[in-house]
Each structure stands twice: as C-alpha cells, then as structure tokens.
C-alpha cells in the first residue's frame, strides 16, 4: 500500500486532542481590536462567501518542538452550500475548524463570517460570533448529568432568550433530529448515534449561520453510523444553514458535498466538486482517495452478487476514522 494509502487507513495517525472548552484564554492575534461588526471592504454581504478564511496558520509549539498544524490555508464556504474537508490524519483538519470560532488560537491569517473579523475579536465579540457557528464533535459532549432537553437548551439560555423560548426551541430541535421523545432521558440512557444526534440538536438549536463537523460518526458503532450520516444529508439537503463537515467517510461526502477540499500537511491540495475531484483528480491525494472510491463501490458489487443492496446490508462499513 502507498505512503498515502497508508495514512488514508489512519495508520500511522498521530494521537489528536479534542475538547469543546477554550484553549486557554489569552488574546487572539489581533486581541484588544473593536469587534468591527461592519461589511468587508469591497461589496455587499450578498456578494460574499458567508465564510471566508485566508492564510490561516497555527503551529503548536511544546518541549518536543513544533508542529505546523495548518500551514496558510484557505477556503471559502457559501451561505447553503456544503464543503467537504477531507485529508490523512494529522493533516490538520481538527485544528482547521477549531481555529474558526477559535476554540484553539491561531498564528495568523484571516477569518470572516458574514463580514466579521473573526480574527479580531476581542472576548464579548467572540462569544457572540459563536453563537452563529454550531460545532458537531466526534465525541458528544454532552453533559451527564443534564437531561437531553437541557442539554439542548444550554446554549440558547446562555443566548438570554426568555425560558418560553427556550424551551420551545429546544423541543423543536430535538424533533428536527428525531429525538422528541428523549428529551427527559440523561445521555447515558441513549445509544451512542442518538447522543450524537442530541449533540447535533444542541447546535441546530442555535440556528447558527454555519456548522462545523468534526468527523461526527468516527467515535460511533458502525451500525449507529447510517443514522447519524442519514441525518446530515437531511440537514444538508433541507437547511438553509452553511455547512463545513470533515469526515473520512468517502461515499457520505461523495454524496453530499457541493464542494470537496483535499488537504495534506496543513494545506488544501485540491478543491471542486466531488464529480471533478474523484473523477479526474490532479493530485496524488485526490488519486488516493479516487481509489478509496473504487475501492468502496466494489464492495457494493461484491453485495450485489448476495443479492443484496448497501441499505439492505446490516449497516455501513466502517470508514477509516483515522483515529482509533
Ligand atoms: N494540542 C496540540 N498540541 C500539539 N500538537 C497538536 C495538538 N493538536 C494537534 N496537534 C498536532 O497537529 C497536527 C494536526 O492535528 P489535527 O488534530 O488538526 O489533525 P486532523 O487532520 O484532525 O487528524 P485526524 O484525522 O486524526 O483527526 C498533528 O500533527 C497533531 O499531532
Ligand atoms: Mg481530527
């Protein structure tokens, strides 16, 4: 198997960290700047990307050296559309959207969403900017020892919204994701794809702008997966609300993505539609994953001569989480 393969297999990935808590508090890059909550020189919002990123880098720095995590990425999401960020592990896919709502600080670059300088926020400018971004993680995140509903209706009490509100927007949530009739359970009352589906409910309830995913399926039993991926699609297809997923599921983002980016060693290699990307890649990341591809459609072959169909099948085949 390739170098790349290899690492598509999440082989030899590095360990990652995850939280949902701020990486420490310090100041952004340009911390102490007025929240200029003013239209990016240049033309009407309209005219925009909803979400604009340029040269954005972060290196972590520790006692066993440097590691350069995102190396001047860029890219842009548009309002409704679905980008798909695919890469080997320890590309820096995580520390990518992390940096968007700066949950982790980056080094430099820009960050725009809806006019908004991220990137110069100061704390209140931040708090509020992360009320438009929802933020799906890989692990749920969910408080133990709070119901699904008050889970879900944290985030927009924190918002002030009056409790009447609150609570209606939460049940509103949690029917969206199909979990009406969980919202009085604790999260260890749930299987891990309706935890997962909670979380996705938490951040829908904000009816945020855009939504980052952070590989939502890769810590799930490969039979709960199909519900969570059938979800998104859903969300996907129906919602208004830009998404930003990344994933090592290659059919899901074949199949959803208006936009697929191939990033390796902290940069975006590749970018186009699905159909453009794995049909014709131009990069051997791009090759890599066509293969993954085939790969994957052959295996729908092999069910066929049983007689069956993919939804037939007991569930999905795992994808390379690439971490494990
Ligand atoms: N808090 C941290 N401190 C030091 N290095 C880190 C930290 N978080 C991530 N890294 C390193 O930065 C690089 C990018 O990590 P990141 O988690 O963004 O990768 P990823 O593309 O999300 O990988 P995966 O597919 O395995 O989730 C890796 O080399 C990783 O080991
Ligand atoms: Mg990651």
Not at 14 to 28: D, L, N, Q, T, Y
Not at 50 to 58: I, P, S, T
Not at 214 to 222: F, G
Request: proline share 6%.
């Amino acid at each position: 198997m390739s170098e790349i393969g290899t690492r598509l297999l999440g082989l030899t990935g590095e360990s990652v960290r995850e939280g949902g808590s701020a990486e420490g508090s310090g100041p952004g890059p340009q911390a102490g700047a007025a929240p200029a909550l003013t239209v990016a020189a240049g033309g009407p919002a309209a005219a925009l990307p909803l979400l604009r990123v340029e040269g954005l880098r972060k290196v972590y720095r520790s006692a066993a050296g440097e590691v350069m995590a995102v190396d001047g990425l860029s890219l842009e999401v548009a309002r409704g559309e679905t980008v798909v960020l695919m890469g080997p592990s320890g590309c820096g896919k995580s520390t990518t959207l992390r940096c968007l709502n700066r949950l982790t600080e980056p080094d430099g670059g820009e960050i725009w969403l809806d006019g908004v300088p991220v990137h110069q926020l100061d704390e209140a400018g931040l708090r509020a900017i992360r009320r438009r971004i929802g933020f799906v993680f890989q692990h749920f995140q969910l408080i133990g020892r709070m119901t699904i509903l008050e889970n879900v209706a944290l985030g927009l009490a924190a918002a002030g919204l009056s409790p009447r509100l609150v609570e209606r927007r939460a049940r509103a949530a949690l029917s969206r994701v199909g979990l009406a009739d969980y919202a009085q359970r604790r999260p260890a009352e749930l299987s891990g794809g309706q935890r997962q589906r909670a979380a996705i409910a938490r951040a829908l309830a904000l009816e945020p702008d855009v939504m980052l995913w952070d590989e939502p399926t890769a810590a799930l039993d490969p039979v709960l997966v199909q519900e969570v991926l059938e979800l998104i699609a859903r969300l996907a297809r129906e919602a208004e609300t830009a998404m930003l997923v990344v994933t090592h599921e290659i059919t899901f983002a074949a199949r959803i993505a208006d936009r697929l980016l191939l990033m390796e060693h902290g940069r975006i290699v590749e970018s186009g539609p699905p159909a453009q990307v794995l049909g014709a890649p131009q990069s051997p990341l791009g090759q890599a994953y066509r293969q993954l591809l085939l790969a994957r459609l052959e295996d729908g072959a092999a069910l066929a001569r049983l007689g069956l169909t993919p939804a037939a099948a007991a569930g999905p085949v795992a994808e390379p989480s690439g971490e494990e």
